[in-house]
């Protein structure tokens, strides 16, 4: 199984959007309304911000929002501010199993 | 709330084996799977496996096909990772989590592997 495939980088200015993406194939991100997705800082260990595709745990800002067409997922930052620099990654099941994304690193210019 | 501990880090030889620990607790220890997930220095996270608490049915990704075994004791509310064959590409924090809505993660163990 490979790793979902996600851009290295990305960037938007304070107060702007930026959107990150996640594709799969038909066997995982297209076949399961299971994709989420982590945000991740420096010598921390990984968030939950999106589960199920467009799901927002408690606590999670609204700022945030998921979506899913065929196989990619995606990942919408709105209203960007200085601590949502950080690294995001997806995460999809694969069958009974699950795989993450390569993993991008949004810069807040 | 629930809460995951992970035991502490570890320094081993190629070619050995090494076991890290998850304790359970905040929760019913057969509510959630738990995953395993690792990361190099400067990497991104790479899922291992996970681990049904309750039956003790488990799976893990091809590339540790061989190498991972998880297991679990349900009497101490405690899963085990158990990697075999170390390389020095194993070097990495390695991570319990159940990866669901709740976003339950160990503090994470530092595994150093060195000829």
């Known amino acids: 199984q490979s790793a979902l495939t996600q851009p290295p980088s990305a960037s938007g200015s304070l107060g702007q959007s930026v959107t990150i993406t996640c594709t799969g194939t038909?066997?995982?991100?297209?076949?399961?309304?299971?994709v989420s997705w982590y945000q991740q800082h420096p010598n921390k260990a990984p968030k939950l911000i999106i589960f199920e595709v467009d799901k927002r745990p408690s606590g999670v800002p609204d700022r945030f929002s998921g979506s899913k067409s065929g196989n990619t997922a995606s990942l919408t930052v709105s209203g960007l501010q200085a601590e949502d620099e950080a690294d995001y990654y997806c995460?999809?099941?694969?069958?009974?199993?699950?795989?993450f994304g390569t993993g991008t690193s949004i810069t807040v210019l | 709330q629930a809460r995951l501990v992970q035991s502490g880090a570890e320094l081993k030889k190629t070619g050995a084996s090494v076991k890290v620990s998850c304790k359970t607790s905040g929760y019913p220890f057969n509510t959630y799977y738990i995953h395993w997930v690792r990361q190099a220095h400067g990497q991104g996270l790479e899922w291992i496996g996970r681990i049904d608490p309750r039956s003790g049915d488990s799976k893990v990704a091809q590339i540790f096909q061989g190498r991972v075994t998880l297991t679990r004791d349900t009497s101490v509310s405690t899963t085990y990772m158990d990697l075999t064959n170390l390389k020095s590409d194993d070097t990495a924090v390695y991570y319990c989590s159940d990866l669901g809505p709740s976003d339950s993660w160990g503090q994470g163990t530092q595994v150093t592997v060195s000829s």
């Open positions: 038909r066997s995982d991100v297209g076949s399961y309304k299971s």
């Open positions: 995460n999809s099941y694969v069958g009974s199993r699950r795989v």
